[in-house]
C-alpha cells in the first residue's frame, strides 16, 4: 500500500483535458511539494511537473496543482506521446522517507 | 546537458555484494543531492536512498538499511550504491536521481534528472 494514493488508470481522447490526482496526508503531499514523473513502457522516469513549476523542455499542457493533501497533475490538449504511466512523489515527515504514489495509467484513445 | 549513467548491475545471488556506479556530467556535482531509486519488474518506483551534496549527510529507506550503503566521490562525478547481502525482492532497476538542491531533505526532495537505469537480477 502506497503511502500516496493515484488512481490505477486513466483515460482520455486527444485534445481532451484530464487530470491526475495524488492524495495523501499532512505529513507528505499537504506539508511538501510534488514531483510528478512520467515514465513511457518502463523507461526511465522524466520529471514533468517540479511543485508548480514546469520543467524546462516540458509543454506548457502540463500543469500542477495542490488542495490541502492532494495534488493534481492537469493536462490540457491530450497528445498521443502522453500515454504514459505518471508517478507523484515527495517526502514524508512521519516515516521519514521519501514516498511514492503507486502510478497512473494514462491511456490516450 | 545534464547526463546521469548508471553501471554496475549484473546477475547476482542471493547474499552477495554490488556495488551500482552512477557517472554524472553536464552541471557541478558536489553541488547537489543525488538519490537512487528503483523499480521492480511490473511494479512502481521506490526509493532507496540519498546523499547530501557534500557526501555528509545519507538517508536510507528501511528496506535497505543495514544492508545498502550510498556514497559519492565529487573529484570523480560519481556516485555509488554499494550493496551488500542481496535478497530476491531487491531485483530492481535501478536509477539514480538528480536534486536541484544540496541538502536531503528539501521541501519535497523533487528530482529534475533521471539515468537510463541498470538492471540488477537477484536469483539463485
Known amino acids: 500500500q502506497s503511502a500516496l494514493i493515484q488512481e490505477a488508470s486513466v483515460s482520455g481522447t486527444v485534445g481532451q483535458k484530464v487530470t491526475l490526482s495524488c492524495s495523501g496526508n499532512?505529513?507528505?503531499?499537504?506539508?511538501?511539494?510534488v514531483g510528478w514523473y512520467q515514465q513511457v513502457s518502463h523507461g526511465p522516469p522524466k520529471t514533468v511537473m517540479f511543485?508548480?513549476s514546469l520543467p524546462s523542455g516540458i509543454p506548457d499542457r502540463f500543469s500542477g496543482s495542490k488542495s490541502g493533501a492532494t495534488a493534481s497533475l492537469t493536462i490540457s490538449g491530450l497528445q498521443p506521446e502522453d500515454e504514459a504511466d505518471y508517478y507523484c512523489?515527495?517526502?514524508?515527515?512521519?516515516?521519514?522517507?521519501?514516498?511514492f504514489g503507486g502510478g497512473t495509467k494514462l491511456t490516450v484513445l | 546537458e545534464v547526463q546521469l549513467v548508471e553501471s554496475g548491475g549484473a546477475l547476482t545471488q542471493p547474499g552477495e555484494s554490488l556495488r551500482l556506479s552512477c557517472a554524472a556530467s553536464?552541471?557541478?556535482?558536489?553541488?547537489?543531492?543525488m538519490s537512487w531509486v528503483r523499480q521492480a519488474p511490473g511494479k512502481g518506483l521506490h526509493w532507496v536512498s540519498a546523499?547530501?551534496?557534500?557526501?555528509?549527510?545519507?538517508f536510507y529507506a528501511d528496506s535497505v538499511k543495514g544492508r545498502f550503503t550510498i556514497s559519492r566521490d565529487n573529484s570523480k562525478n560519481t556516485l555509488y550504491l554499494q550493496m551488500n547481502t542481496l535478497r530476491a525482492e531487491d531485483t530492481a532497476v535501478y536509477f539514480c536521481?538528480?536534486?536541484?538542491?544540496?541538502?536531503?531533505?528539501?521541501?519535497?526532495?523533487?528530482?529534475?534528472?533521471w539515468g537510463q537505469g541498470t538492471l540488477v537480477p537477484v536469483s539463485s
Open positions: 546523499i547530501s551534496g557534500s557526501g555528509g549527510s545519507t
Open positions: 512523489s515527495t517526502w514524508d515527515y512521519s516515516l521519514n522517507s521519501q514516498v
Open positions: 536521481a538528480k536534486l536541484p538542491v544540496f541538502y536531503w531533505p528539501t521541501g519535497g526532495n523533487l528530482f529534475d534528472s
Open positions: 511543485g508548480n
Open positions: 499532512s505529513n507528505n503531499v499537504g506539508g511538501y511539494a
Open positions: 553536464g552541471f557541478t556535482f558536489s553541488q547537489f543531492a
